[in-house]
């Protein structure tokens, strides 16, 4: 590890004493778990499901919708809702289900422009109908957004049961008659559930105190790191999607565009990831994966055909000799710091020196760390369009649309490319790497696989006998 990790090594050993003592844990109890980050989100999840989700292996399986059929030559989803009730006891109809989809849909335009109608069949039927065949509209209704709640009450997998401590304890809601009840029978399916800083969590995970540690991101790797725990135990996962500096603003350093493909040139991909001491971070220099099969081929940049020392040179060329500063957002966490200086040592050389912006609305750059939740070129160029993100390439959106209107493959193909080609161009957005997503996994966690889209489903996941 790099001098900038050292003291780490102390410091989660301490945090273990601090833990210990009131955390040991037979093995039949509930599973046991500590999640980094975002609190509403981690339990929106746990919450609130779709019609259909999304399976660890980013395969679509029933949720809500216990099957489905589709007709039509692909422009009808007919939906069976399955027989189950709100958290608040009611029982969940279709017309209401139907009411949330058409407002969720009605947030997320630019990915769900297809859709032409939704209407309730029966009490428990759902009908939605599409302007024109999507391959990807399945994997689309598994998107978190696309969580089935309403006023606070939601359509599981899981109710809280209680909160007590710190702990938050989820029980799967086909038990919510059990919900009163103060002692869980030891085959429970119950979680147990901490949303918790990334140092605090893996200090309980190395002192016992939990069997899985979830949510780590390139930000706070360097505490995994510094715990030293079995290979086995640390899981980096095999993610894709969008990890890399958004521009901020189009006035100011960063309104040249040819700068703008400067910092991309000159940025040293390979030191940052070797910096944090991960061998299964790969590298990024396209904004849209190689996907592969009949998915276009993600657009190249400008001067990356070049050796490296000829691509630096092209990159101090469009930079010019005059000495700039560039003010970089990055998230609070050890990893981070490690990336900010990964930055100044590659951009030193066109005469940049880079510093550390307090706000994001301060800074002339700043770190999209989002894990694709699809395998589709259509999320990465929603996700880069003007509908989500400012400044843009003004035109993608409208591409989008028409590729999702296009009638056939090849049109919809050369439209995504067109996109793809006119957001790569443009160069608001600086690639890096993958996101790096990773969790800590005792032994005795039963049901866990490395996922391609970081989502392992807690009901899937039980504990061993020791």
Known sequence: MVQTLAPLRFMVPLLAVLVSGCVSKPASEPLTLSQIGDAPASLKRALTQGL???????????????????????????????????????AVRAPEVAAILKRAIAFNPGLFSSVESIVPMTGRIIEIRLRQPQ??????????????????????????????????????????????????????????????????????????????????TAANFPYALAARLPADQLKVEPVHGLFGLAVTQTAGTLANRNLRLALSLALDRAAITARFGSADWPEAITSLPKLGGPIPAPASLDGFELSPEARLEKAR?????????????????????????????????????????????????????????????????????????????????????????????????????????????????????????????????????????????????SLSAR
């Open 135 to 216: 391959p990807e509209f399945l994997a689309l209704l598994a998107l978190p957004e696309l969580g089935i709640g309403m006023r606070g009450s939601g359509t599981g997998p899981y109710f809280v049961h209680s909160r007590k401590n710190d702990v938050t304890r989820l029980r799967p809601i086909g038990q919510k008659n059990m919900a009163t009840q103060p002692d869980v029978p030891a085959d429970s399916k119950d979680v147990r559930l901490r949303t918790e800083s990334a140092s605090l969590a893996v200090a309980r995970f190395v002192s016992g105190g939990s069997a899985l540690v979830m949510g780590g």
């Open 317 to 461: 060329s469009l930079a010019g000799k005059e000495a700039k500063t560039v003010r970089v957002y990055l998230p609070n966490g050890p990893g981070m710091r490690v990336m900010l200086a990964a930055l100044s040592k590659s951009w030193s050389s066109l005469n940049i020196t880079v510093v550390a912006a307090v706000r994001r609305d301060a800074s002339d750059l700043y770190l999209v760390d989002e894990v694709a939740p699809v395998a589709s070129p259509l999320w990465y160029i929603d996700r880069l369009g003007c509908m989500k993100m400012r400044p843009c390439e003004e035109g993608t959106d409208a591409l989008l649309r028409r590729a999702m209107a296009a009638p056939t493959p090849e049109e919809r193909n050369t439209l995504l490319r067109q996109a793809d080609s006119a957001i790569t161009s443009a160069h608001y957005f600086i690639p890096i790497a993958q996101p790096l997503r990773w969790s800590l996994v005792r032994p005795t966690v039963q049901g866990w696989k490395p996922s391609p889209i970081a989502q392992h489903p807690w009901h899937r996941l």
């Open 52 to 90: 259909v989700s999304f399976a660890p292996d980013g395969n679509v399986e029933p949720a809500l919708a216990e099957r489905w059929i589709i007709t039509d030559g692909g422009l009808s989803y007919i939906f069976r809702i399955r027989d189950t009730v709100w958290s608040n006891d009611q």
